[in-house]
């Protein structure tokens, strides 16, 4: 299937992007990337996703596909090579609650702790320790979530590997301690190495770059976002 079949609107550093990416090159489709700006939204991606006018959209036969998690299951469901999702139903909705548990917990917890100060900072980071220690027992005795294959969870969670080291380096704080999360820093090793992942990483420089910016930008509001943890 072509290029011409299949785009995807991105931002470069969106961990909801990467993971679309990820999965698209993992079932070996070409695809079109439109990258996007997110902060002055283009009238191409408010026409495709109107409800929440946000990236990634995946477009597929001139149909919009709406959220990352969404289009994950949509990609393992008509690209049937190198499955995904595990086969048994159980496995299936043992992946999608960790993704979800991921996402609502974790992600929201790290980045407050890079933007927050004081005792809010700590807030945030015990919160996200302890999503990282529930992780941390998924992990366990395996290469990847998905056994001895990078698997559903392991896209989902994949931002994990690239994402929190950089909000520890502009928060100037450490989730991922390697003495107490042994199992996660190797499964990092495993999934940033895997050739597919490797070769699809936003450069790291401007990763820190662009968060010391957003941390500038969000820091004074950061208050707004501590429903959240």
């Known amino acids: 299937m072509g290029s011409e079949d299949v785009k995807v609107l991105c931002f470069w550093a969106s961990p909801f992007s990467i993971r679309v990416e990820w999965a698209l090159k993992l079932k070996g489709v070409d695809y079109e990337y439109i990258e996007q700006d997110v902060f002055n939204k283009s009238t191409l991606l408010l026409e495709l996703n109107p409800i929440h006018k946000k990236v990634p959209v ?7 596909i709406l959220e ?3 289009i994950l299951e949509y990609i393992d469901e008509t690209w049937k090579q190198h499955p995904l999702l595990p086969q048994d ?4 909705a043992h992946d999608r609650f960790w993704a ?15 933007v927050a100060t004081g005792d809010d900072t700590e807030k945030a980071l015990n919160v ?10 998924e992990i366990k005795g395996k290469k990847f979530f998905g ?7 392991d896209i989902a969670l994949g931002w994990i590997s690239y994402w929190i080291p950089v909000y520890e380096e502009v928060g100037s704080m450490q ?8 199992a996660i820093n190797a499964w990092m090793t495993n999934f940033l190495n895997h050739p597919v992942i490797k070769d699809r990483l936003p450069p790291r420089d401007d990763m820190v770059a662009y968060f010391h910016t957003r941390k500038k930008i969000v820091s004074p509001t950061y208050h707004d976002l501590m429903k959240y943890l």
């Open 100 to 114: 979800n548990f991921a996402e609502n917990k974790l992600l929201y917890a790290s980045f407050i702790a890079m």
């Open 89 to 92: 139903p159980y496995q299936r």
């Open 147 to 153: 056994g001895d294959n990078i698997g559903y969870l």
């Open 68 to 70: 990352s998690f969404v």
């Open 175 to 182: 989730i991922l301690d390697p003495l107490r999360f042994p």
């Open 128 to 137: 996200a320790r302890d999503s990282v220690e529930k992780i941390e027992q």
């Open 58 to 64: 995946l477009v597929h036969a001139s149909k919009p």
